[in-house]
């Protein structure tokens, strides 16, 4: 079997659930305006009559420049189940121009889409298969005050999810403690509460919120500096007994990594086909994680996530994001099979399991460019 043609859709849609996000940061506080969704679709088509699909969310101009200028040339008239091979070749693209690493992921989807069709079996049993479902646990957003945050964790915890991590929404590390203690207070002891910074302080914020962390019994505590900087996340591991969660957005997949682990600067690592250039990268951190005793906690969701979760073994949970208690409530909105607070593939998936609307796509997309060998 070989790659015979390539079709890139840039598509611009709204989302039905639009959400805010932290204050005073790029991209957020814009009036509810994290609405829209530049999408990167890749097909990657075979003279079998097989198709691959990979997905972008976001990023999508950025993405499509990428693929459109560099994947062609590595990718028609290959053999599309060599994903080993075409990811090396991908990541050596990196050298050259620091090729967006979610490019890379798109392509490495496509790619194990089309051998799951091929093999005619769900991508995470190729993987391995470690287990058919997973618990999820819910994600927020950002919320103007904790009353809302605690509207939606109710509306979680109705739903099944026995774990709830928050996002924060401002910089101030007393206001956001506060915040934690209201939410501990309000869901008892019994529930697993987890806390993701997403970068906001530098070493003494982070130290000072992590202490806080601990009295209040939180599970673990997510990137809470800037991921350049492992000195201090090897100081703050050191220095706290809380688990530190980190290694999420570096770029270099299990290289990266493995520094990590090496400098002791995190106790649960990263990993993720977005942001580890796909299931290949996902699937090489997470066994490194394993070969040091150490999780590796999928971050994000999708159903690529989803069979990266349900295909390693030193994985706790699928993240779910919640944004509203509406979205909360309507299961459909969730982009994977769910049932009381547990996620799963649905039988008879093949591939990836990914719902396209070609059709849509095709009269929809705002650019479309073929490659053909």
């Known amino acids: 079997m070989k790659i015979t043609g390539l079709l890139v859709h840039l598509l611009d849609s709204e989302t039905k659930y639009p959400f805010d ?19 990167c679709i890749l097909r990657i088509q075979t003279d079998e009559g097989i198709e691959g699909h990979g997905v972008v969310g976001s990023r999508g101009a950025a993405t499509i420049d990428a693929v459109s200028r560099r994947l062609p040339d590595i990718l028609l008239g290959a053999d599309p189940l060599n994903i080993e091979y075409l990811w090396e070749r991908m990541w050596d ?26 093999a005619n079996m769900p991508v995470y049993q190729l993987l391995g298969g470690y287990r058919d479902s997973i618990p999820a646990y819910a994600s927020t957003t950002s919320y103007d005050t904790e009353e809302e945050y605690l509207k939606v964790i109710d509306a979680s915890l109705e739903q099944g999810y026995q774990s709830i991590k928050l996002h924060l929404r401002y910089r101030d590390v007393k206001t956001n403690a506060k ?3 209201r939410v501990r207070r309000h869901v008892g002891d019994e529930i697993e509460l987890t806390l993701d910074a997403s970068a906001l302080w530098g070493y003494t914020d982070a130290l000072w919120f992590g202490r806080r962390l601990e009295e209040l019994n939180f ?23 809380i688990p ?10 299990h290289w990266n990594a493995a520094e990590f682990i090496r400098r002791g600067a995190l106790d649960i690592m990263r990993t993720s086909t977005h942001y580890k250039a796909g299931l290949t990268g996902g699937v090489k951190v997470a066994h490194l994680a394993e070969s040091h005793g150490m999780n590796a ?17 030193n994985n706790t949970y699928y993240e779910d994001l919640v944004i509203s208690v509406e ?28 719902e396209l609307d070609i059709e849509y796509i095709e009269s929809h997309a705002e650019t479309t460019l073929r490659f053909a060998e």
């Open 21 to 39: 996000w932290q204050i005073d940061r790029p991209g957020s506080d814009d009036g509810r305006g994290l609405n829209r969704r530049h999408e």
């Open 244 to 253: 530190i969660l980190a290694c999420e957005t570096p770029d270099g997949a």
């Open 179 to 181: 915040l934690c203690e």
């Open 297 to 313: 906690e999928v971050h994000g969701g999708g159903p690529a996530n989803l069979h990266l979760a349900l295909g390693i073994p």
């Open 327 to 354: 979205q909360v409530r309507d299961v459909a909105s969730r982009g994977v099979a769910f049932k009381d607070g547990t996620v799963y593939v649905e039988s008879g998936t093949v591939g990836l399991g990914q």
């Open 219 to 241: 599970a673990w505590y997510e990137e809470p500096m800037r991921e350049f900087d492992l000195e201090s996340y090897a100081k703050l591991c050191a220095d706290l007994d």
């Open 93 to 118: 693209i990196d050298r050259l121009e620091e090729f967006p690493i979610y490019a890379q992921g798109l392509a490495d989807l496509a790619l194990w889409d089309l051998k799951g069709k091929y």
